[in-house]
């Protein structure tokens, strides 16, 4: 992440091993300098699981303090997109409550956290100090029709999911016990979403109905957060080899996630999702695969103060996830560059290819409203000390 002070990295190379924060947890010098000089994106990560703080930060912005900042600075995350289902009897209104939240916390919280709405927000936001949001909605069933795609544009949404688990109006999800794949909306939202410059998500959406976004869309399919199924057979989240390969074919990318369940049976480990990273790399090229790891700050269950059990990976811990990941490819072998595309690199092509066009006028943009709303300083990377 740009916006963390390199110059505290520095004196770290070539010393060997660093320690993060104040954990025991140690990873290479050279994966922290790959972190610190990428823009991270992960498609799928949230700020919190705590909804009600949340809709909290949402309501009363300042809330939202530079400890929160700081807590997520630490996860080395530049871009992160949030994308909920909002599971709502009214979708359509619900979506406008949540995207009037973000819009009121992007706008009041501009100090600390970024809209990012155009390909030229990808490219400024590391040297900013500041966190992006992608504002997105991991079902589209908030789109009443077509028109409602610039609707929602103008608000600040930049990625749709088509459908979550089940069927919707526009094709079928992935726990569908038919897929009969996209509906005549569904193929007149993907038009407009190309259109307009939302970007495609299918990572919940079934076989059929993603092999016919992705044979419709013009621009480039995200599968922001989703496995391998050649890995995790018989999952119903994870995509099959298939599906990788038509979404790579149009410079899609796939975000693999780190959720237990779709990262292997049992107990896996930070080497199975190491697997599903290198089963993509190997299947269509390291310029297709990312992180969408559908994952907070830390997956920590207040009420206990473990790791949820559904993020429990041995050998990972989640608010570390980035710098693992890195030091796992390096010591695998790979180059620094395709790390650098791994950890942001690719997402940040596919979504300049799905924003073409300067953001429609009204999508909530403006400078902070807080006059006490510190600027955020760098403070210096996670790593706190060497051994």
Known sequence: MLGVSAALAAPMLQLGRCRLGASTLTVSTR???????????????????????????????????????????????????PAVDTNASDPHAAALRWTAGWNRLLVDRGCFLERIATAEDLLAVGARGRIGVVVGFQNSDHFRSAADVELFHRLGQRVSQLTYNRRNRLGSGCYSAWDLGLTELGAAVVGEMNRVGMAIDVSHCGERTSLDAIALSRRPILITHANCAALVPG???????????????????????????????????????????EHVARLVGVEHVGIGSDVDADAVDPATGRVRPAYSIRGLEPGARVFQLADALLARGWLARDVESVLGGNFLRALAANWPAPALVGDGRAESRDPFCPAPHPAGPAAAGAS
Not at 269 to 276: E, T
């Open 31 to 81: 994966a922290v300098d790959v972190v610190l000089g990428t823009t991270v994106v992960d498609m799928l990560g949230l700020l919190t699981f705590d909804w009600d703080r949340l809709a909290h930060w949402q309501a009363e912005p300042s809330s939202f303090t530079e400890t929160d900042y700081r807590r997520l600075e630490a996860t080395g995350i530049g871009i992160c997109h």
């Open 235 to 277: 999952q119903p989240r994870c995509k099959s080899d298939a599906v990788i390969r038509a979404a790579a074919a149009g410079g899609g990318v796939l975000g693999v996630t780190m959720v237990r369940a779709f990262v292997g049976r049992g107990q896996p480990g930070l080497d199975d999702v190491v697997a599903h990273v």
